[in-house]
C-alpha cells in the first residue's frame, strides 16, 4: 500500500508596507502576482499606517518587509528586495525547510522585537483559522 504524498506546508506571507511607500506602491503587483502563482499559501497586504493596531509594535525601517508564518510562528521577517523572483525562492525555501523538519529561527530580528514579531504572526494566522 501507498500512501499520498504529505501536502506541502502552508505558509502566511505578509508584506509590511506603506502607502505613501513609492517602492510598496511598484512592488505590490508583483506581490499580487505571486500570491497568483503560488496559491497554497495565505497572502496578506499589511498597510502599517492603515492597521497600525496590527503593526504598531514592530520597528519597521525599510520597505518592503516580509513575514512569513506557518503554523503561528515566525519563519521569516525582514526586509527584501522588491522582486518577485526573490519572494518566490524566499518562500520555496521555507516551505522546504519545513518539510525537512527545520526548527524556526530563535528570532527574527532584534531581541526586542521578538515578542513583537510573535504577536503579529498569531494574530494574522488566527484571520484565516
Known amino acids: 500500500m501507498t ?8 505558509l ?13 506602491r511598484e512592488y505590490r503587483a508583483a506581490f499580487q502576482q505571486l500570491a497568483a502563482a ?17 503593526a504598531d509594535e514592530i520597528d519597521i525601517e525599510t520597505f518592503p ?13 525582514g526586509t527584501v528586495l522588491p522582486r518577485a523572483g526573490d519572494a518566490q525562492r524566499l518562500v520555496e525555501s521555507v516551505a522546504d525547510q519545513i518539510e ?14 521578538d515578542a513583537a514579531w510573535a504577536a503579529l504572526a498569531g494574530a494574522l ?4 483559522a
Not at 525537512?100 to 522585537?113: L, S
Not at 494566522?125 to 484565516?128: C, V
Open 38 to 54: 503560488l496559491p497554497q499559501h495565505r497572502w496578506r497586504w499589511l498597510d502599517i499606517e492603515d492597521e497600525a493596531d496590527l
Open 125 to 128: 494566522w488566527a484571520e484565516g
Open 12 to 24: 502566511l506571507i505578509a508584506c509590511l508596507c506603506a502607502q505613501w511607500c513609492g517602492t510598496c
Open 100 to 113: 525537512r523538519g527545520v526548527p524556526p529561527p530563535a528570532g527574527p530580528g532584534p531581541a526586542d522585537q
Open 3 to 10: 500512501t499520498a504524498p504529505a501536502a506541502p506546508p502552508q
Open 65 to 77: 518587509t516580509l513575514l512569513i508564518v506557518h503554523d503561528a510562528q515566525v519563519r521569516f521577517a
